[in-house]
């Protein structure tokens, strides 16, 4: 992984641990702030699942799959590789976000989340700056394998 990946990676890293200590140690769990009346608050729960707490519970098998993922990832993808910058960027967003939410489920034992939103009537399982890095990092790699440098030289 290239000088800016390194730099995506560890400053998603950074950001989603340290906001997830300030969280845990300046709210009660449970405790629900609202930043945006019925939109958005900052609510401090703590998962031990994945997305939509599926696997509840299950603290090893998502341990394993974490690791499994990053191996994988490297293997098969980084090591010897050269990468356009937008893979870069998508890999290291991904990496960092799982990494962060490794961290929480090996020291802690569950995941600290706290990004809750309600859109409309739907009010999305509560999240963290990791997931963010997950999806956008996923999103940005799809997007850059469907269509590819076209999609970005019309962007510059």
Not at 3 to 10: A, P, Q, R, S
Not at 75 to 84: D, M, T, V
Not at 89 to 117: E, K, P, T
Request: some cysteine; aromatic content about 16%; overall charge positive.
């Amino acid at each position: 992984m290239k000088y800016l990946g390194f730099v995506v990676m560890i400053s998603t890293l950074f950001v989603d641990q340290l906001v997830k200590f300030m969280v845990q140690r300046g709210m009660h769990l449970y405790q629900s702030i609202p930043v945006i009346p019925s939109a958005f608050h900052i609510t401090y729960v703590e998962n031990d699942g994945a997305a939509w707490n599926i696997f509840s519970g299950n603290k090893l098998f998502l341990i394993l799959i974490a690791c499994t993922t990053l191996i994988f990832l490297y293997f098969f993808f980084l090591r010897n590789k050269k990468i356009s910058t937008i893979e870069q960027i998508s890999y290291s967003l991904f990496i960092g976000g799982v990494l962060g939410n490794l961290i929480d489920r090996i020291f802690l034992g569950h995941v600290i989340d706290y990004l809750d939103f309600t859109i409309f009537t739907y009010h999305y399982p509560v999240f963290n700056i990791a997931d963010i890095g997950i999806v956008l990092g996923t999103i940005l790699l799809v997007i850059d394998t469907i269509w590819g440098e076209k999609l970005w030289k019309k962007l510059r």
